[in-house]
């Protein structure tokens, strides 16, 4: 997924160029990278999930003003990657996925982990109202659809099962919902905005495993 990301800000930084050239078109191009962390919620009693769980978006839009107002209207295509830290050792029991709590002994002995998170990467579809005064003032209010590429979860220190040290990369990881859908809010001045995006939907299908609803707020900086 790195080098995926890679591809996309390379292709809208070529993108702005471009669009620079033609002189028309830079003033209705934005590219833009939101750095954000998620807040989960509704999470199983027993699943604690870490405060700080970075993320990132990296997007462009193509803008359409509105005749003689200071309002236009912005769809785009981008990239969100959410990185979800928990206690929760995810498995699968008759097709349901489950998450249990990491175990803090073993046969009597203390055991810890120093990495345990579920990583998911989403193509977005952003499209955005957006106001922006003569002296910098910005607000926007959206939607946001997404199709989720790819998950894995990667775990780091002693096994729950053995209690010896080892690392963990799972992908295949079921019923996880395939698409994400939700209002998006911006505010700030010239470049720099708070961002905030409220998923309507689960990470997981809710009737085959737990509800959890990620909550991403953050800064967005949109230089162009």
Request: glycine residues 8%; contains cysteine.
């Amino acid at each position: 997924m790195k080098k995926i990301c890679t591809l996309i800000t390379a292709f809208l930084l070529v993108t702005t160029l471009q669009a620079q050239k033609s002189g028309s078109i830079i003033s209705k191009i934005t590219m833009g990278v939101d750095i954000f962390n998620d807040f989960v919620q509704d999470s199983p009693s027993d699943i604690n999930f870490r405060t700080i769980n970075p993320g990132v978006n990296v997007y462009g839009m193509y803008n359409y003003p509105v005749p003689k107002s200071n309002i236009s209207l912005a769809i785009g295509l981008g990239l969100g990657m959410h990185n979800l830290h928990s206690n929760g050792i995810l498995s699968e029991s008759s097709g349901i996925s489950i998450l249990t709590p990491y175990p803090d002994y073993l046969n009597q002995k203390n055991i810890n982990y120093k990495k345990n998170k579920l990583q998911l990467t989403y193509l977005d579809i952003p499209a955005e109202i957006r106001y922006k005064s003569e002296g910098g003032f910005r607000l926007a209010l959206g939607i946001k659809a997404g199709y989720l590429l790819g998950a894995h979860t990667k775990f780091k220190g002693d096994d729950p099962a053995t209690g010896i040290g080892t690392k963990i990369k799972q992908s295949k990881i079921a019923n996880l919902e395939q698409w994400r859908f939700g209002p998006t809010f911006q505010i700030g001045y010239k470049y720099i905005n708070f961002t905030a995006f409220y998923s309507l939907t689960t990470v997981f299908d809710k009737t085959k495993a737990p509800d959890i609803y990620p909550i991403s707020l953050g800064i967005a900086l949109r230089p162009f």
